[in-house]
């Protein structure tokens, strides 16, 4: 099953692969830019601003499609009783760790310090 946040991710993926797509054939594909007439249509002009706003708006989608890519593709996270209740068993069981840690730290042999022989 899919949660609601992955869900959206894959639409945000999605959407922004498409635009992107589709905003590169529009740009590169299609005839001339506002019915131009008489003059080149596709002027130097013309694409000193295009080439710039592309590669900014396909930059743009890119990092939407990252990002929904990264939502769709992380697991939930566990609800918050799940969390708490594990924190309380290890709460129970740590004094029993102590116990067995205290044990251990009694029966090795107390080091010299660097001065003493």
């Known amino acids: 099953m899919v949660g609601k946040d992955q869900a959206i991710g894959g639409i945000i993926f999605t959407v922004c692969?498409?635009?992107?797509?589709?905003?590169?054939?529009?740009?590169l594909y299609f005839g001339e830019p506002l019915g131009a007439s008489?003059?080149?249509?596709?002027?130097?002009e013309f694409w000193l601003i295009?080439?710039?706003?592309?590669?900014?708006?396909?930059?743009?989608?890119?990092?939407?499609?990252w990002i929904g890519w990264t939502m769709a593709t992380t697991p939930?996270?566990?609800?918050?009783?799940e969390?708490?209740?594990?924190?309380?068993?290890?709460?129970e069981e740590k004094p029993a760790e102590e116990a067995i840690t205290e044990v251990k730290e009694a029966e090795k042999p107390e080091r010299k310090k660097k001065g003493e022989k």
């Open 17 to 27: 692969i498409i635009v992107g797509i589709l905003y590169t054939i529009g740009l």
């Open 38 to 44: 008489g003059k080149a249509a596709w002027g130097v």
């Open 50 to 65: 295009a080439i710039p706003v592309f590669l900014a708006f396909i930059a743009i989608m890119a990092i939407g499609a």
């Open 76 to 81: 939930p996270p566990k609800p918050i009783e």
């Open 83 to 91: 969390i708490t209740s594990e924190i309380e068993e290890k709460a």
